[in-house]
């Protein structure tokens, strides 16, 4: 069984920063892409940035310039570095992992920023 444990949530003021951290364990081959989704209440979960294993990176036009996402594969691991925090960066922020035909979710962390 995979699990994907997050941590580095928090509260933070405006133009302050948070880094994230995902680890995967368990039974996982050969993973394609790890990355980060948010969610706020009533909306869909959205795609924030990812990272291929090649080394590929995608992010939202929101976080271009703010947010760097990075992996370490030796630890399965994702990190996901956010500088010049927004309000509107207020979510609840999940870890992804894809793995062939397989996708594996974080539990989710909270991010909250105050204006």
């Known amino acids: 069984q995979v699990q994907l444990v997050e941590s580095g949530g928090g509260l933070v003021q405006a133009g302050g920063s948070l880094r994230l951290s995902c680890a995967a364990s368990?039974?996982?081959?050969?993973?394609?892409?790890m990355g980060w989704y948010h969610q706020v209440p009533g909306k869909q979960r959205e795609l924030v940035a990812t990272?291929?294993?090649?080394?590929?990176?995608y992010y939202v036009d929101s976080v271009k310039g703010r947010f760097t996402i990075s992996r370490d594969n030796a630890k399965n691991a994702v990190y996901l570095q956010m500088n010049s925090l927004k309000p509107e960066d207020t979510a609840v922020y999940y870890c992804?992992?894809?793995?062939?035909?397989?996708?594996?979710w974080g539990q989710g962390t909270q991010v909250t920023v105050s204006s």
């Open positions: 368990g039974s996982i081959f050969s993973i394609n892409a």
């Open positions: 992804n992992v894809r793995s062939g035909p397989a996708e594996y």
């Open positions: 990272m291929t294993s090649g080394g590929t990176t």
